[in-house]
């Protein structure tokens, strides 16, 4: 049984740095693409950040790019999204996913397994 257990959201001043974790069981990190996606209040779910399962392949999304960064620790079966110079609009609460199905990887549907989500608020 696959499990992704994320934790690190909270709450932060904008300008500030969040460090998300998603420690997975039930499959090796290192064999599967994994991403982060971000779903604000009344919004869709929008993606973030892909990493390939060779790691050489990472993309982010627009908002994203140049301020966060997604790795991963293969030695603790954990991927990890550090989060800097947060904004405001920053807030949303963020999912891992793992497991890429479908040809589109911004897309939550082409994912088969998630994480639990947790909140990241950014106050102004």
């Known amino acids: 049984q696959v499990q992704l257990v994320q934790s690190g959201g909270g709450l932060v001043q904008a300008g500030g740095s969040l460090r998300l974790s998603c420690a997975a069981s039930?499959?090796?990190?290192?064999?599967?693409?994994m991403g982060w996606f971000r779903q604000s209040r009344g919004k869709e779910r929008e993606f973030v950040a892909v990493?390939?399962?060779?790691?050489?392949?990472?993309l982010y999304s627009a908002s994203a790019k140049g301020r966060f960064t997604v790795s991963r620790d293969n030695a603790k079966n954990t991927v990890f999204l550090q989060m800097n110079s947060l904004k405001p609009e920053d807030t949303a609460v963020y999912y891992c996913?793992?497991?890429?199905?479908?040809?589109?990887?911004?897309?939550?549907?082409?994912?088969?397994?998630w994480g639990q989500g947790t909140q990241v608020t950014v106050s102004s």
């Open positions: 996913a793992a497991d890429l199905i479908g040809p589109d990887y911004s897309k939550g549907v082409y994912w088969r397994y």
């Open positions: 039930g499959l090796k990190v290192s064999k599967y693409v």
């Open positions: 990493i390939g399962w060779s790691g050489g392949t990472i």
